[in-house]
């Protein structure tokens, strides 16, 4: 039964004095009568959770009084995990939560769960699953309903035969009704993630006996948490680092003791607020968390990761490769250089290969072959890398995994473990000196977006890993500068004719979109140009295309649109193409009037937007133009400044934004630097029609 809708009065109502404000209107009497009754003897209504080790009434008034139920969707009383790892890399994952619900939103998160795993090496025994509603456990306090527990194939790998050991079973909590409790607990448990060449990887390495896994655990959800904890079984004291960053807590070394099969390692946290609202892109900077490992050393997980990665990358082109090989050989064989023959693979691999949406972690070190995943035509991030890797080196390339940090900022390099990256992906370069103008080619190929980029741009300010060497930090530029200078002139029939100057540096030079032989410098000034809205480039020079800097001419030219009801013609300068905007992370939201997460830019920045407009000395036909604005404080300026010189009406709207990482207590002012630069009448002139 899952029927949201008003609660029964007795409904937890002996647990929470305050839980009577979470109640419709109709009912909050009954409610408060039945708490002042009850309040002598909360025990009565307070459940225990499935183990005995947790009083969830004693949880519950807890979470009212540090969260106040009444403004929350759902809360998350316990969040816990239990890992042991035997001596032969084997784990055993218990998750044990319990959560109240108010809102339908929450019931949507919490009530229908989704437990992904492979069975093929791992198995889940569900242990606990019921509702605690009108002083009873729905729909038995002991007994999993056969009903509630439904595998599934996840839609990602329907089509995908190589990946279908992958599950996803969904957990249905029967009698829900709002508000109610939910509790859940199940255990994974997994073979050794050992394949015959890593098992004698890990032989010839001195104190590596096994798999020896690593991760990270994150304290905060998207709802409030009154009690989060970890443990960690391992199977000697000495073999776990860890380290807790922004926030968390320590290890509990009270607890943390020696226990049948090994060492047990404990943390724990009480009242995590929620993650703050919008979850900025990089959450790992603003909330608590630990990471841990099992590895000895950045060398040693080096070498187990090589050997998986180059055990597959394996094309055999004399024999079992051959088609493949000489397929590729015709798709570059007359490309003329590194960055069109880069450039070439990526595209073959995108035609040959689909990309499979399933999470390549569960995988991890674990590659199909190489050739298998060409011949089946599809892969995992994870596959489709190796793929790539091997058909780059295969077409006179140097290609190697690498792997970026979660998010922009350094980690803790003594804590080897890949934990700290996100997916995989593959940097290429130029196999030697050859003389040329591309002998230095540099790029990194994602395979599960299939694109191939230029330089190390878009890992700059992210810590890179590549197997085999030293985490490194790729620098993030001190400050990006933009200008873009257009001037238009009238002509006949209504056509316009303009000039443009791009002038960029830092981070805000376009190198990467504009590199290629192909169009892609063309295509990005007519983006450029695009700033005037109906604006057509016509031509095109590059005078100086570097990673930090670039200068670019163009001419375009500008038809004017039909005149409006009023007989005005609408001359409209919009943002310009690769600009401050487009740098804002995927968090930041203009309708926001508030946040509670930082904004995280990647580096500050400054941007110039000059319009010359020829309309004669008296300006006849000008019917409006932007009223100028300025002003400046510590985040930055915005500023607009409208004067006429002579034939010439000149416009100037520049923003600057002086610090990398805003606090959301300071939202407020970038977001009024952000909305002058994007409102409508700030970007607006209007001529009168001829």
Not at 123 to 133: A, D, G, N, P, S
Not at 533 to 541: F, I, K, T, Y
Request: glycine residues 8%.
């Amino acid at each position: 039964m899952r029927t949201p809708g008003p609660t029964h009065p007795r409904s937890l109502g002996a647990a929470v004095p305050r839980l009577r404000d979470a109640l419709p209107g109709c009912f909050a009497l009954a409610a408060m009568a039945l708490v002042l009754a009850c309040a002598g003897a909360p025990a009565l209504g307070a459940p225990l959770d499935a183990s005995g080790d947790y009083d969830i009434g004693a949880l519950l008034r807890e979470a009212d009084a540090e969260f106040d139920l009444a403004q929350q969707d759902a809360v998350v009383l316990l969040k816990r995990q239990d890992l042991r790892i035997a001596p032969d890399g084997a784990r055993r994952t218990t998750v044990h939560r319990i959560v109240w619900m108010r809102t339908e939103l929450a019931m949507e998160t919490y009530a229908d769960l989704r437990v992904p795993y492979r069975s093929d090496r791992a198995e889940l025994e569900v242990h606990t699953l019921r509702t605690w509603r009108d002083e009873r456990w729905w729909p038995d306090s002991v007994r999993v309903s056969p009903t509630a527990v439904v595998e599934t194939l996840p839609g990602a790998v329907a089509g995908a035969d190589a990946y279908t050991a992958l599950r996803e079973t969904m957990l249905l909590h029967d009698g829900v009704e709002l508000p109610c409790i939910v509790e859940t607990r199940y255990t994974i448990s997994e073979a050794p993630p050992l394949t015959d060449d890593l098992a004698r990887a890990g032989a010839r390495i001195t104190g590596l006996a096994a798999f020896a896994h690593d991760g990270l655990w994150r304290f905060a959800q998207h709802d409030p948490v009154v009690r989060s904890e970890l443990r960690i079984t391992v199977p000697d004291e000495s073999s776990l680092q860890q380290i807790s960053r922004s926030g968390a807590a320590g290890l509990d070394t009270s607890q943390s003791r020696r226990v049948e099969g090994g060492h047990l390692y404990v943390w724990h946290m009480r009242n995590v607020p929620r993650i703050p609202q919008p979850t900025p892109a990089d959450p790992l900077q603003v909330t608590p968390h630990v990471v841990w490992s099992r590895w000895p050393s950045w060398e040693t997980l080096g070498r187990i990761y090589h050997t998986a990665f180059e055990s597959a990358a394996r094309l055999e082109c004399p024999s079992l490769g051959r088609v493949l090989c000489d397929s590729l050989r015709a798709a570059i064989a007359r490309e003329p250089g590194p960055r069109a023959v880069a450039g070439a693979v990526a595209d073959f691999i995108g035609r040959w290969t689909r990309h499979v949406g399933a999470d390549a972690d569960f995988w991890a070190l674990q590659p199909r072959s190489a050739l298998r995943t060409w011949e089946t035509a599809y892969g995992h991030a994870y596959d489709r890398a190796v793929l790539a890797a091997a058909l780059f080196r295969e077409a006179g390339l140097q290609a190697e995994p690498m792997l970026r940090s979660r998010g922009r900022g350094e980690i803790a390099e003594r804590i080897p473990a890949l934990s700290w990256f996100g997916p995989l992906l593959v940097r290429v370069r130029a196999a030697g000196p050859s003389g040329g103008i591309e002998s230095d080619y540099e790029g990194i190929y994602d395979p599960a977006h299939g694109t191939l980029q230029e330089g190390l741009a878009t890992a700059a300010g992210y810590t890179i890993w590549i197997p085999g060497e030293n985490p490194q930090r790729i620098a993030a530029p001190q400050r990006g500068h933009l200008q873009v200078s257009l001037r238009l002139e009238p002509g006949e029939e209504e056509q316009w004719t303009g000039q443009g100057y791009l002038r960029a540096s830092g981070g805000l030079a376009p190198h990467a979109a504009m590199t290629g032989l192909g169009t892609q410098a063309q295509d990005h000034l007519a983006a450029v140009a695009g700033v005037i809205e109906g604006a057509e480039l016509r031509d095109h020079n590059v005078s100086r295309l570097q990673p930090d800097r670039v200068v670019a001419g163009f001419e375009f030219g500008w038809k004017e649109p039909e005149p409006d009801d009023h007989g005005r013609v609408r001359l409209s300068l919009g943002e310009p193409a690769g600009g401050v905007l487009a740098q804002l992370p995927s968090d930041v939201s203009l309708f926001d009037e508030d946040r509670e997460s930082p904004v995280l830019l990647p580096f500050p920045m400054t941007q110039t937007l000059e319009l010359w407009i020829k309309v004669g000395e008296e300006a006849e036909r000008v019917v409006y133009v932007p009223e100028a604005y300025g002003g400046e404080h510590s985040l930055g300026t915005a500023r607009l400044a409208v004067e006429q010189e002579g034939d010439w009406l000149h416009l100037t709207r520049e923003i600057a934004i002086v610090r990398a990482e805003i606090a959301a207590r300071t939202w407020p002012q970038l977001r009024a630097l952000l909305l002058r630069e994007t409102l409508e009448r700030n970007r607006v002139v209007l001529l009168e029609a001829e």
